[in-house]
């Protein structure tokens, strides 16, 4: 504060032309700096050799501020040729991150808050100026003293630092260029393609250190008693710290493209304005775009860089607090996402974990790692690694839309985690928010196999969805460790036997009759069995030892009846289709009389719309998707609803008393249209699956499923 304050009271009494004043403060400024001088110091001033290093800084900052103005140029000096750093080095490795490249640094005239820069090129040789004077007072402030009096390790100051001091001798050399030729061909030049290796260079180990540094000076003001007494004596002096000192490189390098950009636009604009075409300045601005894309392409470099440095400290650092067998840090692994989950954990050695337990999951972009919660001064030990080409994910949404249960015991912040290996464990994981399950399925979905891959393994249809997962015993087949899969449509037998994978597909279709017996304590086990009767050439199946298996026998006994509902729906619809084409009228058919007594009557149907939800939804907001599947059913109520195709042409428009949604709720595929509010707002009636499927008797859901399908004939 000292400091600054000498240096405005300096500034000032040069702008105001007063020499008198201007000796004047030169003359305490060196008083000041003398160490038998007699001058009264402030009392909180303990270190006399940290008041006599800012002062001795101010001294060369206003011995060079007063000899710029008496030659008449703008406050700067021209700073000598720097030395390079050594040529061929390694960026990461072989670059000193804390040696001086000179044995002593000049300061340039410090900034003047008050002084405006008048056009977009005098901006950029005020800016750098400032810029390197931050560095300077960086180093000369900071970092020697630190490493002067020893007051952090010399390792800790090095990281800490980084390599300040090429970046300092660097960005001088470049203030001069500019300072001495600003115009575009002079810019361009000072932009040369050395210059932007050098840049790529030296901001690589700038930028991927960061983080750490910052980190590290964070932790050390904190444990560190002799450093943070420094810092506080050091804030008497100077209003800046090492924190804000430290983060202006990535500040200023980020600005070089915008800026550079507007002195073309402005040279631009000041040729149109006097009507004088510069050929060779037209010609120079060409060059210095080219130069600008350079300059572009280098920190898009830098900052892939960085990103990448941040990826694998942060891999490195997760790895220091894991009990692991293996090293985590590899080339092109990072970390995706860390969560904590209460979780049960199947598996065929421990067999069902009826107790929820919290776990922290590890999702990276080929890895996923199950490990107990970290203890304070202790590291986790991981207790599953399971690549992600052996995963699965099973969202229970699907499950819930497939499914004519009516009980569910998995909420809306539940999902699945299946290892394909049938000797592999598999988790239901339980979230403290949908929010939190809903970025987990996105996330991992978009590193683990999709269901295609899962559907081509097992030549399944594309739109197959996976809905359960569960690990048994098969005793027909003398199988011990056997893994189900069920499907919308499919039961996928998994195991292995003689150190061979085999498989078993049953379309549900197929399946007469399922029949499940649960275990009347835990040491029946066994019990623990789905029975299945078929019409394929093995007729039934016995799966015992089910780890999961009221949620297996749930889910695939929902999907069994619910095609059945859609079997019977398809042909109660055709039936009618067909009546319909026979005859003019379906009240004069006596087949057609018989079908109308199955459906419901018009009470009934419009008791059974007003026990939904009401919806209002305002313009242009989509409620029904293309290519994604809805699990309800939409009626009209005021308003209209737009209708588009996949490619966002107009198809029709659904007015009061439309239905919408229909095809989709039915048979469970992706919609092939997208529905959206229509002008002013509109207002709907809901239906949703789930609802029906719980409240309805089997008879009630298949009058209510043939009443749609007579209703969809005449459309």
């Not at 090129?121 to 002067?148: A, H, Q, W, Y």
């Not at 991927?208 to 004596?233: I, T």
């Not at 799966?543 to 889910?555: C, I, K, Q």
Request: hydrophobic share 40%; glycine share 4%; charged share 25%.
């Amino acid at each position: 504060m000292l400091t600054n304050a000498f240096l405005d009271e300096l500034k000032t009494a040069q702008d105001a032309g007063d020499e008198a004043a201007a000796a004047k403060v030169d003359a305490d400024l060196a008083t000041y700096a003398s160490p038998s001088s007699t001058r009264s110091k402030p009392a909180h001033t303990s270190s006399g050799a940290l008041a006599a290093a800012a002062a001795a800084a101010a001294v060369a900052l206003s011995s060079s501020t007063a000899a710029a103005a008496a030659a008449e140029v703008p406050l700067s000096t021209s700073p000598p040729q720097p030395s390079s750093p050594p040529s061929g080095r390694s960026v990461a490795g072989d670059v000193p991150l804390s040696t001086s490249p000179r044995d002593e640094l000049i300061l340039i005239s410090p900034r003047n808050t008050a002084e405006k820069a008048l056009d977009p090129v005098s901006e950029l040789v005020m800016t750098e100026r400032n810029f390197v004077f931050d560095l300077e007072l960086l180093i000369e402030l900071f970092i020697k003293p630190i490493r002067g009096r020893e007051i952090l390790p010399a390792r800790v100051a090095q990281e800490m630092f980084i390599n300040v001091e090429y970046l300092v001798a660097f960005h001088r050399h470049l203030y001069q260029q500019l300072n001495e030729d600003s115009s575009p061909l002079g810019i361009t030049r000072a932009f040369s393609p050395e210059m932007l290796v050098e840049l790529e260079q030296l901001y690589t180990v700038y930028m991927g250190h960061y983080e750490k540094a910052l980190e590290l000076y964070y932790e050390r003001r904190e444990s560190a008693a002799q450093f943070r007494k420094f810092l506080k004596q050091c804030s008497e002096f100077n209003e800046k710290s090492i924190n804000n000192l430290l983060v202006t490189p990535m500040q200023r390098v980020c600005k070089y493209e915008l800026m550079l950009k507007s002195i073309i636009r402005w040279h631009r604009k000041s040729a149109k304005k006097s009507g004088v075409v510069d050929a060779q300045l037209v010609q120079h601005c060409r060059l210095l775009r080219i130069r600008i894309d350079e300059l572009s392409a280098i920190l898009q470099s830098v900052d892939r860089k960085r990103a990448a440095a941040d990826r694998w400290e942060t891999v490195c650092k997760l790895e220091q607090s894991l009990l692991v067998s293996e090293a985590l840090a590899k080339v092109g692994r990072f970390l995706v996402l860390q969560s904590e989950f209460a979780m049960r954990v199947f598996d065929s050695v421990h067999g069902s974990s009826s107790d929820t337990v919290s776990y922290s999951l590890v999702l990276f972009n080929d890895l996923l790692l199950r490990t107990k919660l970290p203890r304070k001064g202790k590291r986790a030990r991981v207790l599953d690694s399971v690549p992600l080409t052996q995963v699965y994910l099973i969202d229970t949404d699907d499950s819930n839309s497939t499914s004519t249960s009516t009980t569910t015991t998995t909420g809306a912040v539940t999902f699945y985690i299946v290892n394909s290996d049938p000797r592999g464990a598999f988790w239901e994981l339980t979230c403290a928010s949908k929010a939190l399950r809903d970025e987990w399925l996105e996330k991992a979905r978009a590193y683990v196999p999709n269901m295609s891959r899962f559907n081509e393994q097992w030549h399944l249809e594309p739109e197959e969805t996976l809905l359960a997962a569960d690990t048994c015993q098969w005793p027909q087949a003398y199988v011990s460790d056997c893994r189900l899969y069920v499907t919308s449509n499919h039961l996928c037998i998994s195991w292995k036997m003689f150190g061979s994978s085999e498989r078993e597909v049953i379309p549900l279709t197929c399946v007469k009759s399922v029949k499940r017996r649960s275990p009347k304590s835990a040491k029946d086990l066994d019990a623990n069995q789905i029975e299945i009767v078929t019409d394929t050439w093995r007729q039934s199946y016995t799966f015992t030892a089910l780890l999961n298996g009221d949620h297996t026998f749930r889910v695939l006994d929902g999907a069994i009846q619910f095609l059945r509902a859609r079997s019977f729906l398809v042909s109660k619809q055709t039936t009618a289709s067909n009546a319909a084409v026979k005859r003019d009228s379906p009240d004069d058919d006596a087949d057609g009389i018989s079908f109308r007594s199955f459906l419901m009557d018009d009470d009934s149907w419009t008791d059974l719309w007003a026990s939904g939800s009401t919806l209002e939804i305002e313009e242009g907001k989509a409620l029904v998707m293309a290519g994604k599947p809805t699990n309800a059913l939409y009626l009209v109520l005021d308003g209209t609803m737009t209708i588009d195709d996949k490619n966002d042409t107009r198809v029709s428009v659904a007015k009061p008393g439309d239905l919408v949604g229909c095809f989709s709720f039915l048979d469970g595929r992706p919609s092939r249209f997208t529905a959206r509010g229509g002008p002013n707002a509109t207002r709907l009636q809901v239906l949703e699956r789930q609802y029906l499927m719980q409240n309805l008797a089997p008879e009630q859901l298949a009058s209510f499923f043939a009443s749609l399908a007579h209703k969809l004939s005449y459309l």
